[in-house]
């Protein structure tokens, strides 16, 4: 089976998010647990309960989106319906990237989590020839692929 993943950014984030994941799957706390132990604060806990005035925060929101949105894969995976292993392309929108990052195996949770907004950024621009060059060249490949298929839609 062939699987593509598109990611949420910034503006998705929403009290209650992640708790349905957390609360059937054992894989999904540990995300959460993992990203909460690299941050400091425990971050199912915004999530869960807000405010959502401190949810929406840049600083809370990214690592808190991107971290249900790991979460939600971890989940699907545990309960076998979907393998990360079967991934044939991965995008995001803004912050998303760095979760189809992450998804994709080129960055770790807890590489990922601390600071979406600089830290990575830099990891990333500092190592082009490495894994990112590697999946750019797929999602080249992939786009090239999927071309012919947009054209009738794209008029």
């Known amino acids: 089976m062939k699987l593509a993943l598109l990611c949420p ?58 971290t249900t949105s790991a979460a939600c894969l971890a989940a699907l995976e545990e309960e076998g319906r979907i393998d990360l292993g079967q991934v044939q392309v991965a995008l995001g929108l803004s912050l998303g990237e760095y979760t189809a990052l992450h998804a994709a195996g080129v960055l770790g949770l807890e590489d990922a989590v601390p600071d979406v907004d600089g830290a990575v950024v830099v990891a990333i621009v500092v190592h082009p020839g490495g894994p990112v060059q590697e999946l750019l060249e797929v999602l080249k490949v992939c786009l090239v692929r999927i071309q012919p298929e947009l054209d009738p839609i794209q008029g």
């Open 9 to 66: 950014g910034q503006g998705a984030q929403a009290v209650g998010m992640g708790v349905a994941w957390t609360t059937r799957s054992a894989r999904a706390q540990d995300v959460f647990a993992r990203a909460s132990e690299v941050l400091g604060f425990d971050l199912l806990k915004v999530c869960a309960e807000g405010p959502a005035g401190e949810l929406t925060r840049t600083d809370v929101c990214q690592p808190a989106i991107l």
